[in-house]
């Protein structure tokens, strides 16, 4: 059965930039190993096809595709992290960077503003400082095999939880509707995401707020 917009699927991956091979992006633990990168419990991830849960290109790719098979898809800079953008090359005194305890030197990449950044140059106290992302501008390549279907409501729900809210709550479904236990103050990002899983789930989600769960207890060491 072909995919098509809208299926929920279980993928595993590997990205790599297309100039130079370097693998950027995996949830294949074999692939991050060889690359040495650091990847969080790497397992396959759950999606809705063509509602931009991967890179726009990536995405695209998977319509009319078949579950248990493997493929690979070249994605220009444009479809995948964007181009270049001049206007993100930004001057900034250096004594910013020294009020945090940073002494900025070329090639550094820093986290700033919730953004990795690359130090352009270092100079006349004022630091030139590139804030597109590390991506833009670069063909990427994806390798990827289409593990299954994913059929269950509740695996359709935690995939797009975990995708929009960065996060899972403990949810019941309550007819038609889907209600997530929530903190207080959490209800905001139901309230938020409410339009989006109607869109790709078709079904209405609200909130409850429950009591904030208490931290297991550690158990004692032998």
């Known amino acids: 059965m072909s995919l098509k917009k809208g299926d ?34 790497p397992k396959p991830f759950a999606l809705s096809v063509g509602n931009l849960m991967l890179p726009k290109g990536f995405d695209a790719d998977l319509e009319g595709k078949e579950p248990g098979k493997s493929y690979t898809v070249d994605v220009k800079c444009e479809d995948a992290f964007g181009k270049r953008d001049k206007t993100l090359i930004k001057m900034i005194p250096t004594k910013l960077f020294h009020e945090q305890q940073i002494d900025p030197q070329r090639g550094m990449v820093l986290a700033l503003d919730d953004r990795l950044v690359k130090i352009l140059s270092n100079s006349g106290g004022r630091t030139l400082v590139d804030f597109n992302t590390p991506l833009a501008g670069k063909d990427v390549v994806y390798s990827y095999k289409i593990l299954k279907m994913v059929e269950k409501l509740e695996e359709k729900v935690n995939a797009l939880q ?5 996060k899972k709550f403990d949810f019941k ?3 038609k509707k889907i209600v997530f236990e929530v903190e207080k103050g ?15 789930l078709g079904v209405e989600i609200d909130s409850k707020i429950v009591a904030a769960k208490k931290k297991e207890e ?3 060491s032998d």
């Open 8 to 41: 929920f699927i279980e993928i595993e991956f590997t990205g790599r930039v297309k100039e130079n091979n370097d693998v950027f992006d995996t949830n294949i633990k074999k692939d991050a190993d060889e690359a040495g990168l650091e990847v969080k419990d």
């Open 162 to 166: 975990e995708f929009l809210f960065k």
């Open 173 to 175: 479904e309550d007819g």
């Open 186 to 200: 959490m209800d905001q990002y139901i309230k938020m995401f409410a339009p989006k899983f109607k869109e790709i």
């Open 218 to 220: 550690k158990k004692d």
